[in-house]
Structure formats: C-alpha cells, structure tokens
C-alpha cells in the first residue's frame, strides 16, 4: 500500500465518526446570515445531497456507503472558501479535501464539478437557494438534519486496500464523466 492510501486508511474512518457532527457544524455556517451567500449556497448544496436518495454510493453499502457524504462535505467545504472565509471548524473540513482530492486522483476533477452542481439540484422539494433565502426552507433541513443525526453511528468496517480499491471504483462508475 502507498504512502497515500496508508493516510486514507488512517483518516476516512474518521471522517464517519464525525460526519453528523460535521453537518451540524454545516448547518450553523448556512444560518448564519452574515456570511456571504455563496458560502451558503455551496454548503446547503452539500447538507441537501446528504438527502438525495441516488447518491454517488447508496449509504446500506456497509462503511462505504457515507463516505462519499463525508467527502462532499470536505470539498464543499473547499469551494466555499475560496467565496469567503470560513470558521475555524469548518476550516479544518476545508484542509481535509486535500487528502479527497490526493486520493481521488484522477477523479478529483469529476467530483469537484459534481459537488459544485450539488447547489443547482432539488432534494426533496428543497434546492440550495431556497434553503439560504427561507427560513422555513432552512428550518425543515435543519430538523431533517437533527432527526438524521440522532439516527447516524459510525458504520463499523474494516478500511484496508480492497475497499479503497473498491471506493474508487464506485466513484470512477458513477460520477457524471
């Protein structure tokens, strides 16, 4: 195994641990009305896919399933800050996508442009600039995001090479080419 794929292996498990946090911390940035609203969109953007129901990896697929939400959250995170400036908490999120991008290789550039068009799409009724502009819009996410979170644990897997392997694949398979 590569230097690379020995840090994946040491940080995605991560990643899961703190993905409910991690979108909490993503919802507070989105309320905050003094932040500039291209940071916004792009975050709610990234908060609606958590909701999508054919994303990138269907999340019953044992470990793997959520880090593709773990992902986009990170490099929309990324995009965001070169819109704004971002929190300190979600600052680290941002330094994270280095690692998604590293790893993803040849596939960052697919993903960077998907998890951009992630603020265009519709997710249950709600799009990215719905959310920043409706407070009512804005509040059924944020309940769907405290329902889903008091539901989320960690996925128990064993990370190794294979399953990277196999990440990449499935991410090679279904990001739009």
């Given at each position: 195994?590569?230097?690379?794929d020995e840090?994946?292996?040491?940080?995605?498990g991560?990643y899961?641990g703190s993905?409910?946090?991690?979108a909490?911390?993503?919802l507070?940035?989105?309320?905050?009305?003094?932040?500039?609203?291209a940071v916004?969109?792009i975050?709610?953007?990234a908060?609606?896919y958590?909701f999508?129901?054919?994303?990138?990896?269907d999340?019953g697929?044992?470990?793997?399933?959520?880090?593709?939400?773990?992902?986009?959250?990170?490099?929309?995170?990324h995009?965001?800050?070169q819109?704004?400036t971002l929190?300190?908490p979600?600052?680290?999120l941002r330094?994270?996508a280095?690692?998604?991008l590293?790893?993803?290789?040849?596939l960052?550039?697919?993903f960077?442009?998907?998890v951009a068009?992630?603020?265009?799409?519709?997710?249950?009724g709600?799009?990215?600039?719905?959310?920043?502009?409706?407070?009512?819009?804005?509040?059924?996410?944020s309940?769907?995001?405290?329902?889903?979170?008091?539901?989320?644990?960690?996925p128990?897997f064993?990370?190794d090479e294979?399953?990277?392997?196999?990440?990449?694949?499935?991410?090679?398979?279904?990001l739009?080419k």
């Amino acid at each position: 195994m590569n230097e690379l794929d020995e840090r994946a292996v040491a940080t995605f498990g991560d990643y899961l641990g703190s993905l409910a946090t991690d979108a909490q911390l993503l919802l507070a940035e989105i309320a905050d009305e003094n932040q500039n609203e291209a940071v916004r969109r792009i975050l709610a953007g990234a908060l609606n896919y958590l909701f999508k129901s054919l994303d990138l990896i269907d999340d019953g697929i044992e470990g793997l399933g959520y880090l593709d939400d773990a992902f986009v959250l990170r490099v929309a995170c990324h995009q965001a800050s070169q819109s704004g400036t971002l929190p300190d908490p979600l600052g680290a999120l941002r330094n994270d996508a280095e690692l998604v991008l590293d790893f993803l290789g040849e596939l960052a550039g697919r993903f960077q442009v998907f998890v951009a068009q992630l603020e265009t799409i519709s997710v249950r009724g709600r799009t990215a600039e719905a959310i920043v502009a409706d407070g009512s819009v804005r509040q059924e996410l944020s309940d769907d995001i405290a329902s889903w979170a008091s539901r989320y644990k960690k996925p128990h897997f064993l990370l190794d090479e294979r399953a990277l392997i196999t990440l990449r694949a499935f991410l090679g398979a279904k990001l739009p080419k």
